[in-house]
């Protein structure tokens, strides 16, 4: 009886102590999951302050300037990739995260993929190329936004890990288990075996050296093999030190009739790697109300919109924005959602209701297929997604808003700001406009000729005298090429240089 009791109480204790150590287990992996995340967030944070600052110093010239504006920018994007691979991981965690099941083309999807990681390869002397094992299916039932998710990883994983050499795709079709396939195959570092077993498991990159060389959070194949399993499917590595490595991605199709197996690539419209709205040219009018209680994001919407020609009134949160409406019609509403006193949500409800007919677009921060629904069902006719995009914004604004034509702008005569206080260098002036012929063939020439370096000079030239003879446009406009060809953006600068011929004819009927 009493050895019964006994082996009672000491089971007991060894199931109190497996507990114990279980809560302690659980405790570590939340600490370790905090300070990792906290050191993810604070690297790029780290970047982002410290550039910043730097910025502000007067002696640094304009080339040090783009890089350390590049630098803020890029690592603007790791904290954003950093945050929404937080939140997927949350979501996995408490198994919230659903999937959508919607009849997409895989060739469509893959070429998608194809225009966003090309350029990366590209950049790093790889080649990226996708090969389809037919039969393929034309269609097939999967969630894309999640699939592509996970393909667009693989692949930046791969180009990253990749120095020479480069990285294919393969794709086929398991007819009987009705997976679709996708190798992504590179000719990178690769991996030991003991390496390999860990790059599933969050927070464990290969190594830690890995991380310090190569960044991440880590996060990415762990989320992509949940994701995986949840489109009915995994993810399965093969790799060998030095040669590389080999993902094998599957995913379920949803049933296939055979008679839409293709075997060849459909006709699709291929999307070009990226589309460039020629923002110097862009130009819209009207009227816009944004509504926003963030005072950063106020400037900065209103410097975007400033920059594209519109007027902007503010409105700090949706009951300011109902009382400007009652009292004037504007083009467009720009709305944010999460605000003080009353949301974007209620505002634009209200509105509505109140027979407020013009274009109403949503900002938001939260782009979940749920939360657009919200702002489509209150009456918002788009929505931009924060943090917002310049290309994205552009597009949005010049679909509600009214282009102008530039040339309306360009008939209005230029004249000296020199003549304002002493009229009597005219003579000087003029001279200046005699010889301007001269020196934009040379600017145009060089540029026609792509001889960076030489442009440089006549640019800076240029920019110095038309400062001195007070021909502001002139000045603004050659400090612009100077600004794009730093930047090395050479589509910019070509677009700015033909804009001198309009600024000389101004610049001539003002002297008549
Ligand atoms: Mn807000």
Partial sequence: MEITQRKQALEQAHLAMLEKIAAEDANIAKSTFLANMSHEIRT????????????????LTMSERIELINTV??????????????????????????????????????????????LMAENKGLYFNIDYSYPIPELIVTDPVRLKQIIINLCNNAVKFTQQGGVNINVSYQEESKLISIDVIDTGVGLSKE???????????????????????????YLSKQLAEKLGGDIKIKSTPDIGSCFTLTVATGDINKDRLLSSEPDIKKIPAQPIINNIKTMVTGNVLLVEDNVNNQRLVTMYLKKLGADVEIANNGKEAIEKAEKN??????????????????????LREMDYKNPIVALTANAMKEDVDVCYKAGCDDFIQKPISQQSFLLSMTRFLQPVDSLEEAASPLTSSLLIDEPEMIDLVQRFVGKLPHYIENIVESDKNEKWDELRKHIHDMKGTSGNYGFNELYKLMQGIEFELAKENYDGVHIMVSKIDGIYERIQTGLQ
């Fill in 329 to 350: 019609t504007f083009d467009l509403i720009l709305m944010d959602m999460q605000m003080p006193v009353m949301n974007g949500i209620d505002a634009t409800i209200c």
């Fill in 73 to 118: 920018i890029q690592s603007g994007k790791h904290l954003m990739q950093i945050i929404n691979d937080i939140l997927d991981l949350s979501k996995v965690e408490a198994d919230k995260l659903d999937v959508e099941e919607l009849n997409i083309s895989p060739f469509e999807l893959l070429n998608d993929v194809h225009s966003l990681v090309s």
């Fill in 44 to 59: 790029p944070l780290t970047a982002i302050i410290g550039f910043s600052e730097l910025l502000l110093d007067t002696s």
């Fill in 195 to 221: 390496q390999a077993n860990r790059v599933f498991s969050p927070f464990t990159q290969a190594d830690a050296s890995t991380t310090r060389k190569y960044g991440g959070t880590g996060l990415g194949l």
